[in-house]
């Protein structure tokens, strides 16, 4: 049987990449990876991906990254396809007035860039983890160094200064808070939205009452993630034991519900990881999630040596029809998908566009947001709607 | 921060956005008109202007677009800017004796409730008599009542409202469900309502009304005189409440044991009675006194601040502790009125306003008296009290001397009835309080509350005439 090929198409190469990973054999690479999740990788049509290269699975991946005069290119053996490093940003290498390297405080990820400013999270100190989690996002159950409003930002400032990318990505582990974490975060998005013009996305725990939902948005956050992970109600509670006890499926689903109706189009978003669960199960993830106007994000579970959880066989020939459909339940439930774009850690919306309808992932719509004036244009459009919605009833006449 | 997110579509939002600019044009459009036109034959051109401010400020204080206090102070800057009152006598009104009158009883009901002896003293009362539901209820209804004969009804029901919430918690009260809690609710709402004519401290508006008629007649009503007048309507009203209320929900508990136990358990937190709390209750009782044997000579407002300097030389509160509980709004509310209010008067706007207006229906006096409170009652369930005084005020007292009648007891049919909301939250804090323990809803306080405004009109109009007439007022002078 011929060996089937996913070169050709920079959407099922990224997702085929994610899946099984590369191999390196140049060693401005192998240094450029290291220390790092994964190598960022520019493929065509500026598709980003994050290709894992350090785990073990990857030994046996048929793609390699080689150097090509001055470029690179992957190949799977049989055909090869051009591609671009995607450089580190060079304020990685400084630090902030207190000494702490910026590359500890923020990591860029395409267009977000993600700051954890602490890496504390219950579900360790309660021997309730994730069982895939080894620390996402550098959470752990530790308290470790928590930053300053100051340090994240200086980061901040390095990261737009840079222009790396636009949109800050605060994310936090679990507190037995009834706030979901949005009390600690709180002085770090007020800080970043007075101090620069710039979009926030909150990756948080879904709060015990709504209220907390609301006050996210009026603080400033312009996208939400309460990320459920897995579907199917068993797995979730064998696999998620913290978020399966501690916060319970129904109260994700009752948190994102309403985050939908508060938060712009397309702004509410929650991961199911795939590979952890049936691709049935993910599909009807995929279904429930779109149909009360979250955006579902599908990152593929990336085993380690002593986590080895996930569903097999799994490769993207059964996968990709989990993509279609995310596509096609998103454009079926007119979410907007041009929040979630460019990102190096999982396919977006936008990028299958190409795999559904044949069509170029990349338009002139999609240059427009991409360029300096779409960019603005969105943080004034979104500045603007949290103007219109917010009632500060403390603010009334009388 | 309290914060609300408007889902509804965005076009709607910017739609009613679009409507606050259009109404303040139209705002500008109405005065100008008014300012533009011919004067009127009979109104000078200063009353003209004086009306011209008037029709503004009513529709600002109608629609509560801004805080009723700015309106006050757009109608202090325009009353000299159009030349109605000279700069110097519209800056000096506001140094009128009703707002330093309502300054002093801010600060001695904040002394009181910080000092905590309010908040014992109910607490007590309610153990001591609170032994099953009926009594119970009677309680929380007449102490509510009688707190808020000494401090503002709001203070009281703001003050009240945790410890209720905490019984009816504490039988197990079911929100929305719960007769018992219904009437609880209902009843430190109403109670306060009621109490809250009963005195000049109930509210700030009687000193309020007072005020503007002292500087458009030079008339006054003495504390106690008014009290004297309004004693049978909150006896009645007091009675009828109570009446209607257990009418309307009957009591659907057997016992309060549960209620007791949150009782004692919070006077137990309370501790000992404490010096401070002796010696502030001692203040309020003397100003009490000194208001009614005092008042006419001095003043109530020379009392009052008098109380507070003590407050203060003693020790017993600390102004950091009082700032909370002073409304300067409020207060900056009551000096536009009254500005307001003598500029229509002077200006000969308001006797051409009754003349034009009014003064075609309500052709006798228990017709002016009978309208004017009508009148009053019904935009009080719409509009703040205060914002009623300062609309209706100046025009009743323009018909008092063309139909002879004494100023004083015009101002009684807007003052008292101003108070008389039973109906929505919007029109008095006790009744937003209490809706907001979610033990009653708008619907069953919009129909209990009507039967109350008809029933206190009526009573308080056959008041008037048979309890008035017996201790020396009339309608006519």
Known sequence: ?398 | MSIEIDTRPIWVILLLKALRPAFYLAVVLIFWGLIAMPTPEGLSIEGQRAIAIFAVCLILWVSNIVPLAITSIFAIVLVPVLGVLPKKETYALFGNEAVFFILGAFILAGAVMHSGISNRLALNIMKRFGGSPRTLLISVFLLSAFLSFFMSEHAVAAMLFPIVLEIAKGLGLKPGKSNYGKLLFFALAWGCVIGGVATFLGGARVPLAVGMLKETTGDTIGFLDYSVAVFPLVVILLAAGYLILTRFFPIDIEGVGSARAVLERRIKGLGKLSVIEYATGTVLVFTIIGWITLGEGFGLATVALTSVVVLFVFKLVKWKDIEEYVNWGIILMYGGAIVLGAALDKSGAAAWLVKSSVGNWAGSPWMAFALFSFLSILLTAAMSNAAVIAVLLPVSLGLASKLSMDPAVLTYAIAVPAGLDFMFPMGTPAIAIAASSNYINVKESAKGGFIMFITAWVVFNLVAAWWWPLIGMGYSR
């Open chain 1, 1 to 398: 049987m011929k060996k089937k090929t996913y070169l050709h198409n920079p959407a099922t190469l990224k997702i085929d990449l994610m899946l099984r990973g590369t191999r390196i054999d140049d060693p401005v690479v192998k240094a450029w990876a290291c220390g790092s999740a994964g190598v960022d990788i520019m493929l065509p049509e500026k598709t980003l991906v994050n290709i894992p290269c350090r785990e073990e699975f990857t030994r046996n991946s048929p793609y390699l990254i080689k150097k090509k005069g001055s470029g690179y290119l992957i190949t799977d053996g049989a055909s090869d396809v051009e591609v671009s490093l995607v450089e580190k940003p060079s304020f990685y290498n400084r630090r902030t007035t207190t000494g702490v390297p910026f590359s500890n405080i923020a990591s860029v990820h395409g267009s977000y860039t993600v700051i954890t400013p602490s890496p504390r999270c219950d579900f360790f100190n309660r021997s309730v983890e994730c069982k895939y989690c080894a620390g996402n996002f550098d959470v752990t159950g530790r308290e470790g160094v928590v930053y300053s409003v100051e340090e994240v930002l200086e980061a901040v400032e390095a990261v737009l200064k840079e222009k790396a990318s636009g949109i800050i990505y605060f994310s936090i582990g679990f507190s037995d808070n009834d706030d979901g974490g949005l009390g600690f975060l709180k002085p770090y998005i007020l800080a970043v939205k007075k101090s620069f013009n710039c979009l926030v996305a909150v990756e948080a725990l879904p709060p015990k009452k709504n209220h907390w939902i609301d006050e996210t948005y009026a603080l400033g956050a312009d996208s939400i993630l309460y990320n459920l992970e897995i579907f199917d109600r068993e797995l979730f509670e064998i696999i998620c034991p913290g978020r399966a006890t501690l916060i319970g499926q129904k109260r994700y689903f009752e948190a994102l519900e309403h985050a939908a109706k508060v938060f712009p189009n397309g702004t509410v978003a929650s991961h199911l990881i795939v590979g952890l669960e049936p691709p049935g199960s993910t599909c009807m993830g995929v279904d429930y999630l779109s149909g009360i106007g979250v955006v579902p994000i599908l990152p593929i579970y990336r085993p380690s040596a002593n986590r080895a959880l996930r569903i097999e066989p799994l490769d993207t020939e059964i996968i990709l029809p989990v993509y279609k459909h995310l596509y096609k339940s998103i454009k079926k439930n007119k979410i907007n998908v041009n929040w979630v774009r460019d990102i190096s850690m999982v396919t977006t919306p936008v990028e299958l566009k190409s795999i559904v309808s044949g069509e170029k992932q990349k338009s002139i719509v999609d240059g427009f947001y991409n360029s300096r004036l779409g960019k603005k244009t969105a943080w004034g459009l979104a500045t603007l709607r949290r103007k219109l919605r917010v009632i500060d009833r403390d603010d009334d006449s009388e």
